[in-house]
């Protein structure tokens, strides 16, 4: 079993930055992918990064590219996601999801393990 515990939401202005933290409760973080996934109000949730165990591979969702970073610290079992110049379209509660799927994926449904989810607010 594997416990996620999301941190570091938050309201923040247009073009402002946030971390989010996401800390696993396993002694196999290093061998799950981890991703970040968003669900805005009245959408369904979407794929946003994610990174393979070892964090060699790793895919955003093309509205974040270039903005959004994903990385991870296997000795902290913690996977980060900095976010830089916010949108308000950004708006989202944000989730931390594992999968012993080592390679990493995009697809949702290979997820088994979820954090509660943190609020990220940008304000226009």
């Known amino acids: 079993q594997v416990q996620l515990v999301e941190s570091g939401g938050g309201l923040v202005q247009a073009g402002g930055s946030l971390r989010l933290s996401c800390a696993a409760s396993?002694?196999?973080?290093?061998?799950?992918?981890m991703g970040w996934f968003r669900q805005a109000p009245g959408k369904e949730r979407e794929f946003v990064a994610a990174i393979s165990s070892g964090g060699g591979w790793r895919d955003y969702a093309d509205s974040v590219k270039g903005r959004f970073a994903i990385s991870r610290d296997n000795a902290k079992n913690t996977v980060y996601l900095q976010m830089n110049s916010l949108k308000p379209e950004d708006t989202a509660v944000y989730y931390c999801?594992?999968?012993?799927?080592?390679?990493?994926?995009?697809?949702?449904?290979?997820?088994?393990?979820w954090g509660q989810g943190t609020q990220v607010t940008v304000s226009s």
């Open positions: 396993t002694r196999t973080f290093s061998r799950c992918a």
């Open positions: 999801a594992a999968t012993t799927y080592y390679s990493g994926t995009s697809h949702e449904n290979e997820y088994a393990y």
